[in-house]
């Protein structure tokens, strides 16, 4: 139900001819109210996107009545040209809804330098407004895809309220955000400011600990637009929760579906100093070439997790430091711990439990193995 | 030539056992004086080997008499008994030259979190010290190998005094040191001062801006000799540009035998605000692994070079960066430049300018692409 699941919405996904291949690449969320509040996350890259750097604008007065998304071109560094081309796809938006272009977001993927079509993206605007429905939240998380094999949808149900989101990802994908679209809906009642701290929570432990290959993207973005619709306000805590959950089973479908990956790695790192410290630590042993392709050859190699955790800056000493490997305390006290030879890699989920001795914080980093099929993908075309 | 270049030191390079393959796998190199003055620089990695540990104790006193080097095992993560085997070598070292152990650096290289077979290694010393000639230099750089397929070696012989060295290094190719180890010997009469401050500055802008895969090793190691038996002092900038030649020469060839590498990369930064910020945004390119993947597909997706900078907090503005690929300015002030068609890459040696815009500073971080070889080499086994 994606996007839809929540009252108040109506969605599109349609093929405007943006991709070559003739695959859907043109989606429209829509509120119809009664509220448009909303909140967005952008991508930290400092070399931003057209449509982010839009949309930052759009959220500024935290009212979205609408988001169009394309895949098939990210219209990342195309200048002002490519500015004015998200600009004229808000203007566009804007007309066919009867609503104003500043609270129309703009959400792009795909190859970066690459100005879009716009010749067949604005009336590919007008064929997915004719084709907005309560039940087009699939159709429209299909749009969004672009090297993910498979859309990315889910939804939690409260006591008279839903959240509801679609996600695409599946390269480039790094922290801060990783390289996604994601736009979820609520129909609860909940202000701007309420939507924007959840959000921000969430992300948080969610997307920002998602790294996949220490890629980050120019076009992050994560939405979440609240309609109203349930007339229904839930606690505060109730309802960051159900952000959570969603973002977290969005972000575990994009790991799972990264590029080339034949391992989901779940890097968790306890008894740091602080939480800073874990997050650290986790996202150097995420990025360490040699352990994630150690892992893709099911070889519990944890001298590559410790050469990974020497490197930061994080509190702990040397000879304190414990790795278990799917369960397997394979290093203690910095040196050889049980027999490796115990370590059973053979499924897809491998959990790495990085021990630093020296405090009492935690944080979970998820990435992949790194594979040949991997390279393929990256090498084989410009994407 | 080799360590053996300059003159007033012998070298073996000998096989131990201490590899299954039954390769070579122990040198040892011997400063016969008259002088013998030394420096060192080590891995920044907080995890250090127990080779790490000694050979930076007995570069404290500035003197080395001798380098035992063995391959076949890092000695890394290994506790007391690793540090003791590391304590009894150089103890052997000593026992057979005459000399004290506190005078014997000791470098390890291959498999982390293994003890060495000091059954094997203690009598191989003696072995080593029996063949120890002013021609050994070449088989004590075959000795080191580990993943390498070629032995590293180079010289510089200036008026009446010379520089030479050897090295070792594949895989785990990062900054801070690159994963290696190098012995450098020098005839010229230099004090110890003067040696650590050329090595030093020739480390800085040779062996820390190679990065081939972003993953620091354990036992980085970087030695320098001076035995004084040319006679003669040279000045010091000769004598430091020297030391640079030969750090400088090593590092290419060490990137040149990376494992699984298909290209070279040169990753020049210019016109940067700092030397800083120049390392910094050539750090971050050169560990994009989609770049690097791209590179290795021949394609010229500059796109990504523009997404690495992006992450970094050097001084630019997005709108003012220019890349070039093989001399092709393929962007041009943040966006679509010269046709990207003219940029032909079928060579090994690929050269990516960033024009940063902002100030007069560059570098240059020298890495390879991302092979499905290189996932082969480091997933099929233990290294």
Redesign the interface.
Known sequence: MSVTAAKGFTAAGIAAGIKESGNPDLALVVNTGPRRAAAGVFT?????AAPVLWSEQVLKSAQVSAVVLNSGG?N????PK?FQDTHATAEKVAEVLGRGAIEVAVCSTG?????LPMDKLLPGVETAAAQLSEHGGEKAAIAIKTTDTVHKTSVVTKDGWTVGGMAKGA??LAPGLATMLVVLTTDAVVESEVLDEALRAATRTTFDRVDS??????NDTVLLLASGAAEVTPEYEEFAEAVRAVCDDLGQQLIRDAEGASKDIKVEVVNAASEDDAVEVGRSIA????LK?????E?P????V???????KAA?E??R?NVAINGVWV?K????GEDREKVDMRYREVHIVADLAAGSESATIWTND???D?????????S
Chains 1, 2 share one sequence.
Do not use: Q
């Open positions: 930290s890259n400092r070399v931003k990210a990342a560094c195309t200048g490519g190859l970066i330098g690459v100005l390269g480039m290959d220490g890629c980050m993207s120019t990025r360490n070439n040699l392709c150690a892992i893709h050859g070889d190699n944890w001298g590559r410790l050469s990974a955790i020497g490197t930061t702990f040397p000879d430091l290093c006290n910095g040196g050889v790194l594979t040949a991997y390279v393929h993908e990256n090498s084989a075309y410009s």
